[in-house]
């Protein structure tokens, strides 16, 4: 269960919506991993809070027979980003390990590439962001603290990839299959969310990804994400991919 | 107008040097006032670098708003220099000799205004000079040219000098007038200025070849700089209302109209300012007004059009666009006073030959065109970024702060203290193309009737 040598990694997500039960855990462990601001209410109302996965809720079907879904919903590092084209700077670019890389000292803060994102995953910093003093050395050292102006979203926990590749290399040895973790993905209780790499044909996500339930999110973008969704399964209902994809 | 008398020169050189030799009662009050508000509006936009764009009244998923909104509208006031002195120059058009500097002047400083917008609205404005000039060469970053908005710079960076250039040519002979008749520490001045300018034939040949090759060099600027505008948002496929391929020729035709709406606008302005009855006649709005029937009908065009081809595509989300855009509170008040203000009340007003020449009526209609276009881009980019995406958790909308209005009206007061500040130091009706045309024009009689004629030499 090595990653493929000749080829780099790509990573990406699978996420298995059946096993989605809308706890927020992984929202409350991507706030603490990437010194995310607090959401507090003034911002949540203005429309600002900065959340890089959140969980949506949707309802399927009409009202006596409806039900509340969850899904979550992070930057989906997509190979054809309509984000990275739009940026003036190339503060966000496209990296080799199938990365949606956000350059937070590139960004000028034009926001082009938060209107250009459908899935509505980049947060722009309106204000300078302040914790309480409690909190303040609970900050993640291996995360910047990005400052007012500039653009932020899911980076996949780079600094997670980076640290144990480097750990890796160091030893003199392959990264292993589910070495790499993101602070979501190791905090789903129901193991939803599942990191890899799809380069490694042996990977849990490679072998995930073929499932028949699987879909991408607003797919007529044509977008290509490296986040793979696995359809919910209603034995109320026949239930097929064609369905769960047309939430999106 | 057919009965107006010939002006003589001496007449001519007194009255519209009238800014600059004996100044108007009314001039400094009124600059001090606006120089009073442009300085509040300087510091509200300094308050807003200083503090954050946390201050404007933008979210998530309204990014953009009323600082790209009165972006492009500058922007497309910017076009009246183009048409008026570029593609009228070139087509001959006599009518449009007393307004080509002041729709060029026009230009220039709604240009200038224009490039202030994308600045303050970026995140780090002091960071821009990254993005407008190539950097960090050395290590191979380059500027993103697939961008819209590496061009947007380029494009008006390029219209700015153009028409710096145009406005400068045509400004020779007045400027050698000047020197000639003041002193002191005006006279060196105008004599720097003048470059030297005594009017003999070979200079007046320069001159006149000069500006001719200026505005064919322009007329390229007057696809691409709205067009590259346009793109701003028309390479965007994720924002339904945004991703039109019509956008380029469509923001183009919008802009002219607005553009030479706003000349009328000054026109009028600058006939009752500074009492150029003589100069600026009922016959030049009459002309413009009957360009932009023709302008606004095809503008409109385009308007449907756009919807047409999102009732055409038949994709549910854009209908559901068009449907929040055209029929849903706020949106249809906007949409309504749009229409109403860009097309349905001015256009067939302007049917009338009395609406035509009368300058208080046009002086208003103009008004509402441009109170229109402005709410036009508003209506294209606000509800496009507010629409109803699958993800509910993001849905909002967007009210502009107090602050963001501020900078808005500061835009109005800048591009007016700065055009009446120029009009201090320059005449703002060209003297010489004043003075030619009265060579030119001459009243032939047929039969029993006086017509106005244009006398032109054979080449």
Redesign the interface.
Not at chain 2, 58 to 64: G, K, M, T
Not at chain 2, 121 to 125: D, K, S, V
């Given at each position: 269960m090595t990653t493929a040598s000749l080829k780099g990694p790509n990573w990406g997500m699978v996420v298995d919506v059946d096993k989605c039960i809308g706890c927020m855990a992984c929202v409350i462990a991507c706030q603490a991993e990437n010194n995310v601001p607090l959401n507090t209410q003034d911002r949540v109302e203005?429309?600002?809070?900065i959340s890089w996965i959140?969980v949506?809720?949707?309802w399927e079907g009409d009202f006596p027979d409806s039900k509340a879904r969850f899904i979550p919903?992070m930057c989906q590092h997509c190979a054809n980003a309509?984000c990275e084209?739009?940026?003036?700077?190339?503060a966000t670019y496209h990296n080799s390990e199938g990365l949606n890389i956000q350059v937070y000292n590139?960004?000028?803060?034009?926001?082009?590439c938060?209107?250009?994102?459908?899935?509505?995953v980049r947060?722009?910093?309106?204000?300078?962001p302040v914790w309480p003093e409690s909190l303040r050395n609970h900050l993640n050292p291996d995360v910047t603290v990005r400052s007012?102006?500039?653009?932020e979203k899911c980076t996949f926990c780079v600094h997670r990839i980076r640290r144990e590749s480097r750990k890796a290399r160091s030893e003199g040895r392959v990264l292993l299959d589910g070495e790499v973790q993101t602070a979501c993905s190791t905090a789903c209780p129901t193991s939803a969310l599942n990191f890899g790499n799809f380069n490694d044909p042996n990977s849990k996500v490679s072998k995930m990804k073929d499932d028949q339930r699987h879909y991408t999110l607003?797919d007529q973008?044509a977008t290509e994400p490296n986040v793979i969704y696995l359809a919910k399964v209603d034995t109320d209902r026949k239930v097929g991919a064609g369905e769960a994809a047309s939430?999106? | 107008m057919q009965q107006r008398r010939p002006l003589d020169q001496v007449y001519t050189n007194r009255k519209l040097l009238n800014g600059q030799l004996d100044t108007p009662r009314w001039w400094l009050p009124t600059v001090s006032i606006l120089g009073v508000l442009v300085l509040i509006g300087i510091g509200v936009i300094a308050i807003m670098v200083n503090k954050?764009?946390?201050v404007?009244g933008?979210?998530?998923?309204?990014?953009?708003g009323l600082f790209i909104t009165t972006f492009v509208f500058w922007v497309g006031i910017s076009h009246a220099g183009i048409m008026i002195s570029a593609i009228l120059r070139l087509t001959q058009a006599e009518w449009r000799r007393p307004v080509t500097r002041a729709a060029e002047l026009l230009t220039v400083f709604s240009l200038l205004t224009a490039l202030v917008f994308?600045l303050i609205?970026?995140?780090?404005?002091w960071?821009?000079a990254?993005?407008i000039t190539p950097y960090d060469l050395g290590r191979g970053?380059?500027?993103?040219i697939?961008?819209?908005?590496?061009w947007d710079p380029v494009a008006i960076g390029t219209y700015l000098t153009g028409s710096t250039l145009f406005l400068y040519v045509a400004l020779l002979p007045d400027l050698g007038n000047l020197r000639d008749r003041t002193t002191g520490w005006r006279n060196s001045l105008y004599t720097v200025l003048a470059l030297g300018w005594r009017g003999n034939p070979r200079q007046w040949k320069l001159q006149t070849v000069g500006g001719i090759l200026l505005s064919a060099l322009m007329l390229p600027i007057f696809v691409s700089v709205h067009s590259i505008v346009s793109w701003?948002f028309a390479?965007?496929?994720?924002?339904e209302g945004?991703h039109s391929t019509i956008f380029a020729p469509y923001f183009v035709i919008g802009a002219i109209h607005s553009g030479v709406s706003a000349v009328v606008t000054m026109m009028a302005l600058m006939r009752w300012l500074w009492k150029w009855d003589d100069f600026i006649r009922p016959e030049h709005f009459d002309a413009l007004a009957r360009l932009l029937i023709v302008v606004a009908t095809a503008w409109l065009g385009f308007t449907f059009l756009e919807l047409i081809f999102a009732v055409y595509g038949q994709d549910a989300p854009e209908i559901a666009l068009r449907e929040m855009q055209m029929f849903q509170w706020p949106w249809n008040m906007l949409f309504i006073i749009f229409l109403l203000c860009a097309y349905l009340i001015p256009v067939p007003m302007w049917l009338f030959k009395r609406v035509r020449t009368n300058i208080a009526l046009m002086f208003w209609t103009s008004i509402l065109v441009n109170i229109g276009m402005w709410l036009e881009r508003f209506l294209i980019i606000v509800p496009g970024?507010s629409r109803r995406?699958?993800?509910?958790?993001?849905w909002?909308s967007y009210r502009p702060s107090a602050v963001e209005w501020t900078i808005l009206i500061w835009s109005f007061c800048w591009v007016t203290f700065l055009m009446l500040l120029f009009s201090k130091f320059f005449p703002l009706v060209p003297l010489f193309e004043q003075k030619e045309s009265q060579v030119f024009t001459d009243d032939v009689m047929i039969g029993r009737a006086r017509v106005p004629a244009i006398i032109r030499e054979a080449d």
């Open positions: 203005r429309g600002r809070a959140r949506e809720r949707y919903i309509p084209p739009v940026c003036p700077v190339f590139r960004c000028v803060g034009t926001r082009y938060a209107n250009g994102c459908p899935y509505i947060f722009f910093n309106y204000w300078e007012r102006g500039i653009m607003l973008f939430h999106g | 954050g764009l946390g404007t933008l979210s998530r998923p309204v990014f953009w994308p609205h970026a995140g780090r404005p960071r821009i990254y993005w970053i380059y500027p993103n697939r961008s819209p908005l590496i701003d390479v965007v496929p994720a924002v945004w970024l995406t699958p993800f509910v958790y993001v909002d």
